[in-house]
């Protein structure tokens, strides 16, 4: 069974850094597309970054470039987005998800597979 476990959320300040895990379970993470979303209350789930393989990431939003970083530690089967410079506009709920897709992708729709998300909240 596909599983996906993500923690590292929590409350900063702005400016403040944290740190999400996403542990998989059930799969190699070398045959599957892991991405992270975000969902802001009474917003769509929004794609932040997604990897392939040993690939280099990908970033959607303009906003979260140069100040996220998703990495993958497969010995571990798990992934990470690390999170700099936050603002209170990155408060969400952070969800990673999985597929075996050709290629990233940011649209929720392609993915059959996510975790239960953490809770990210940022303060001015």
């Known amino acids: 069974e596909v599983q996906l476990v993500e923690s590292g959320g929590g409350s900063v300040q702005a400016g403040g850094s944290l740190r999400l895990s996403c542990v998989a379970s059930?799969?190699?993470?070398?045959?599957?597309?892991i991405a992270w979303f975000r969902q802001a209350p009474g917003k769509e789930h929004e794609g932040v970054s997604c990897?392939?393989?040993?690939?280099?990431?990908?970033y959607w939003p303009d906003s979260v470039k140069g100040r996220f970083t998703m990495s993958i530690d497969n010995a571990k089967n798990t992934v990470y987005l690390q999170m700099d410079s936050l603002k209170p506009e990155d408060t969400a709920v952070y969800f990673c998800?999985?597929?075996?897709?050709?290629?990233?992708?940011?649209?929720?729709?392609?993915?059959?597979?996510w975790g239960q998300g953490t809770q990210v909240t940022v303060s001015s």
């Open positions: 990897i392939r393989s040993n690939d280099d990431p990908t």
């Open positions: 998800a999985a597929d075996q897709l050709t290629y990233c992708n940011d649209m929720e729709i392609y993915y059959d597979h």
């Open positions: 059930g799969f190699s993470l070398d045959s599957y597309v």
